[in-house]
């Protein structure tokens, strides 16, 4: 790795393709949920099985991302994300257009297995382009466009109402038109970064080391306290998020559906803006740790607001908007910081293998502890011990945060990675 980097016309050119294939990526991803109606009652599907079209992209990750990650390290971000974006059209082909259940969990595997580590190919892109100026606010806005490609997904019944009339095909069939345009955007990205790559300003595969499983040992500190935030922050953020919160709403809160949707998608679309603007902030204040900490802390906090008093809906929602907005802005950058450039792709490989099983794990003991207690509508005191779960792992992650606060980020420009 040299000390000089590509231009900032470059690095913005290159982070605006790495945002627009991440914006496909993150459509296709979502995609599954607003046809869920529809694959039901047009092609008989259970509940079950429109749940695992979206299981089936966590599983193999729990494995296979690590392996991801290091092929991101020896082959580079632009191939990967080139390589894997090809796989995700593939698989989101696959499910838009195979004629049975089986064909389309098929492609949903398929799609699995190419996005988590298309994922890290694109925070290393960036990582690559920015590392050391503007890097969060980078990761921040690249961030910020997925999370619009995931509100664009939840909005596609109103955008593609003529599509959605017709069926369940024709909406995948336009996320799959989304992933071959998020393909073309890193074919420009790996064309473009052959120049700065050849000129030797970015770090080359060639030049990082082979991987040895030893080496995964060899993480100082800092970065295993921030793998335990990652798995227990993500664990409760996308187990009470993107499963239960709206039955939660419904249950507890009394709202109608409509509402409770409502209410959740918030917490979306303030991460469009307020990811980018936090990571501007820690590039400005060039701390990152307290940052991490302050957000972390916000999710306990509001978890407790919920759960303990009756405090109006928008108090948490705000406080969890404001944490799932902050904790990704600051941690992916502070990842690239305390790891070594070259083993930037296993270090998040190893995160992501801990943060698929956490959040599987969490959405089974929710749901376990939901079913034990008869959590429901007409039992709303049944959802105390999903709560107190989501509170104690959210307290150990903040507790996490603080110890890599007192391990790493102490100092102004806080750790900066061995070469
Ligand atoms: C950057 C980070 N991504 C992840 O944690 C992925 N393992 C999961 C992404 C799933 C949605 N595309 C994030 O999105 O904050």
């Given amino acids: 790795m040299t000390d000089k980097l590509p231009s900032r016309s470059t690095a913005w050119l290159i982070g605006a393709l790495v945002a627009m294939a991440l914006f496909g990526n993150?459509?296709?991803?979502?995609s599954i949920g607003p046809v869920a109606d529809l694959l039901q009652s047009q092609r008989g599907f259970s509940d079950s099985q429109v749940g695992l079209l979206n299981a089936i992209y966590s599983l193999p990750n729990v494995v296979l991302i690590l392996v991801g990650g290091v092929l991101v390290d020896r082959f580079g971000a632009a191939r990967m994300t080139l390589w894997t974006a090809l796989v995700c059209l593939a698989g989101a082909t696959l499910t838009a257009f195979s004629p049975n259940f089986f064909g389309m969990a098929t492609g949903r595997l398929l799609f699995g297995i190419g996005a988590e580590t298309f994922n890290i190919a694109t925070l290393a892109a960036i990582a690559d382009y920015f590392g050391g100026r503007s890097l969060a606010f980078a990761m921040g806005l690249a961030l910020g466009v997925g999370r619009l490609g995931s509100a664009s997904a939840d909005m596609s019944p109103t955008w593609f109402a003529s599509a959605y009339a017709q069926g369940w095909q024709p909406p995948l069939a336009i996320a799959a038109g989304i992933a071959a345009a998020s393909l073309a955007a890193s074919l420009l990205y790996w064309w473009l970064d052959r120049g700065p790559r050849a000129a030797g300003l970015l770090p080359t595969g060639k030049t990082?080391?082979?991987?040895?499983?030893r080496d995964l040992l060899h993480f100082g500190r800092a970065y295993w306290y921030l793998l335990a935030l990652c798995v227990l922050w993500y664990s409760v953020i996308l187990a009470f998020r993107s499963?239960?919160?709206?039955?939660?709403?419904?249950?507890?809160?009394?709202?109608?559906?409509?509402?409770?949707?409502?209410?959740?998608?918030?917490?979306?679309l303030a991460a469009v803006f307020a990811t980018p603007a936090f990571g501007w902030l820690c590039d400005r204040l060039q701390r990152y740790a307290p940052f991490l900490a302050f957000g972390a802390l916000l999710l306990p906090i509001a978890l407790g607001v919920l759960a303990l008093t009756h405090w109006s809906l928008w108090v948490s929602t705000a406080l969890i908007g404001i944490s799932f907005s902050l904790v990704p802005a600051v941690m992916w950058p502070m990842a690239s910081r305390i790891v070594a450039p070259s083993r930037f792709g296993t270090a998040i490989g190893l995160m992501w293998v801990a943060q698929n099983a956490g959040i599987s794990g969490a959405n089974f003991a929710a749901g376990w502890l939901n079913d034990q207690a008869g959590a429901s509508a007409a039992?709303?005191?049944?959802?105390?011990?999903?709560m107190e779960f989501f509170g104690i792992a959210s307290l150990l992650g903040c507790v996490c945060a603080l110890m890599l606060w007192l391990t790493a980020g102490r100092r102004r420009h806080e750790v900066k990675a061995p070469a």
């Fill in 26 to 30: 993150y459509y296709v991803y979502d």
């Fill in 379 to 386: 039992n709303p005191a049944g959802y105390a011990p999903m």
């Fill in 243 to 268: 499963t239960f919160s709206i039955k939660y709403f419904q249950h507890v809160h009394g709202l109608d559906l409509a509402t409770a949707g409502e209410m959740n998608s918030y917490v979306f």
């Fill in 208 to 213: 990082a080391e082979k991987f040895v499983w």
